[in-house]
């Protein structure tokens, strides 16, 4: 295998809380130094790609937001030109809008659910009836919790597991660890998925995400998931490193194996 992109997950993976984890900086940097294209691709569905952005240069990280994908763009790029009824933030909200879709009220085509911090139980019940009038449920992601500064929040799995039980029926994801965003990163990096390498905390997601689109992994210990996880997963990645230190010397030996 050839490496010609990375993908790079971004809570637990290139910054915790407010901060880069440390060696991230420095090893994204030099991924764009030496010409490797690379993207972050997040679960997250709140928040513009304008705004992760901003972030990650906050903290040294080269970010624009071409080299971002959520799954707020995602969703709406697989969906296109359709009528949606959303339950999210901004962040999807844009993104819809910039695909050509219509954000509506009544009589939607779908129904998409998001991370939503203003919930409401008249959301969910618009949501529910119009699942049930036909609507097709779709999620951005099904991630149970969100990492804040204070503690954890509910994202957007437990929105979506109140509609689902509420209709009877189950949710198109998008998000990690389904194909459907993996696809559009690498149309996005313009490589094939055997060209690229998913850089990840989360063996149910990033990891799982990886396998599932044919595409080699590396688990950095950083974030979520531990060594001892792995006995039991449902997925491998392909290398497992603690730090940034550890992941620089395992794409050095990548490279003397590929000129071997």
């Given at each position: 295998m050839t490496t010609r992109a990375f993908i790079?997950?971004?809570?637990?993976?290139?910054?915790?809380?407010?901060?880069?984890?440390?060696?991230?900086?420095?090893?994204?940097?030099?991924?764009?130094?030496?010409?490797?294209?690379y993207l972050f691709v997040t679960n997250r569905g709140n928040?513009?790609?304008?705004?992760?952005?901003?972030q990650l240069t906050e903290m040294g990280i080269p970010c624009t937001e071409d080299t971002v994908l959520t799954s707020a763009q995602a969703t709406a790029g697989y969906l296109g030109a359709v009528k949606a009824y959303v339950i999210g933030e901004t962040g999807v909200l844009q993104a819809l809008v910039n695909a050509g879709a219509k954000v509506v009220d009544e009589?939607?085509?779908?129904?998409?659910?998001?991370?939503?911090?203003?919930?409401?139980y008249e959301k969910l019940t618009k949501a529910t009836r119009h699942v049930l009038a036909g609507?097709?449920?779709?999620?951005?992601?099904?991630?149970?919790?969100i990492t804040v500064e204070d503690g954890v929040l509910p994202e957007a799995g437990p929105l979506v597991a109140a509609i689902e039980n509420a209709t009877g029926q189950t949710a198109e994801?998008?998000?990690?660890?389904?194909?459907?965003?993996m696809d559009e990163a690498v149309?996005?990096?313009n490589v094939a998925h055997d060209s690229c390498i998913v850089v990840g905390d989360f063996l149910m997601t990033d990891i799982l995400?990886?396998?599932n689109a044919g595409m080699a992994?590396?688990?950095i210990l950083t974030g979520v998931s531990k060594q001892n996880e792995i006995e039991t997963a449902p997925c491998a990645p392909t290398w497992i490193v603690a730090n940034y230190s550890e992941l620089e010397s395992t794409v050095y030996q990548m490279r003397n194996a590929s000129i071997t």
């Open positions: 790079f997950d971004l809570d637990g993976t290139v910054y915790r809380g407010g901060a880069a984890i440390p060696g991230a900086a420095e090893f994204i940097n030099r991924l764009r130094s030496d010409g490797v294209p928040r513009t790609p304008t705004e992760v952005a901003r009589n939607p085509d779908v129904v998409i659910v998001s991370y939503d911090t203003a919930i409401s609507a097709r449920l779709i999620a951005t992601n099904t991630d149970n919790i994801v998008i998000g990690k660890p389904n194909r459907i965003i149309s996005r990096l995400a990886a396998q992994s590396v688990l």
